[in-house]
């Protein structure tokens, strides 16, 4: 099974000091990615384009002040020293309430084989997906969503309308891969029920399945299966409260503007 591990107490990361502590920081929030080098040698080379991409970096309170490539943000020892950066986990559920899984494709650098919720990504600092303040961050987390149900699981954005996506909740937590990567983000959690059609990407994608509630609890008594951390952490939390009142309840869940640190 993957470690999760908790937030702990190190100096908070501010605009004032990113620089300091990161220069690989551009301090813009929209930007360029950075050339690959040596970190990624030896990994599958869509999988490394991608870590190019460019993360929205963060302070402890959800405040962008800066972007950096997702390889800068995903490795140890810059999250050791406080890193952080945006995240989005959508839960995507049919009309039988069955929640949709994705175990990750054994090419992807971080968490590769691991189950976990439906998608799980990033919003990236290019217009239209940033947001300072919660109501605009929500929107680019949105879009991003959309951006990337598309790209690992090919449903088209039609199926998944963005005023469909129901944001819940942030959580900041932290997590090693495998001691050279791992994950520190603030993570906008978004449901949606939708029933999609389904073209995987096999690069990103090694095996979806549609799931029960019940199903999914055995799934976690089963010691062959390793999750996600940052989806442990919100099954063990969470998500099956929030389950029990998709379709009855929910909007009691939303919206909510404390983030929780786990």
């Given at each position: 099974m993957s470690t999760t591990t908790t937030v702990t107490q190190t100096a908070p990361i501010t605009a004032e000091n990113v620089l300091r502590l990161f220069p690989e920081i551009d301090t813009?929030?929209?930007a360029t990615g950075q050339a690959s080098d040596g970190d990624l040698a030896g990994?599958?080379?869509e999988q490394i384009r991608l870590m190019d991409e460019v993360c929205i970096v963060l302070d402890e309170n959800d405040k962008p002040i800066g972007s950096a490539s997702k390889k800068t943000c995903h490795l140890m020892k810059?999250?050791?020293q406080g890193l952080l950066h945006r995240a989005f986990s959508v839960f995507l559920f049919d009309s039988q309430n069955r929640l949709l899984l994705q175990q990750r494709a054994s090419e992807k650098i971080t968490f590769p084989d691991m189950w976990t919720n439906t998608c799980c990504s990033h919003p990236l600092g290019i217009p239209g997906e940033t947001g300072d303040e919660l109501e605009s961050a929500v929107v680019g987390v949105r879009r991003a969503?959309?951006?990337k149900l598309h790209h690992e699981l090919g449903i088209k954005a039609a199926q998944?309308?963005?005023d469909q996506f129901r944001f819940l909740t942030r959580i900041h937590y932290k997590a090693p891969s495998d001691g050279k990567w791992g994950e520190h983000e603030v993570d906008y959690i978004l449901f949606i029920k939708a029933d999609v059609e389904l073209d995987v990407n096999p690069n990103e994608v090694r095996d979806v399945k549609y799931v029960a509630a019940d199903q999914l609890k055995a799934m976690f008594e089963d010691n062959s299966l390793r999750f996600t951390p940052w989806?442990?952490?919100i099954c063990h939390s969470l998500l099956f409260e929030w389950w029990e009142h998709l379709d009855d309840g929910l909007e009691k869940y939303m919206g909510e503007t404390q983030i929780r640190r786990m």
């Open positions: 813009r929030v929209t990994y599958d080379e810059n999250i050791d969503a959309q951006r998944v309308p963005l989806f442990k952490l």
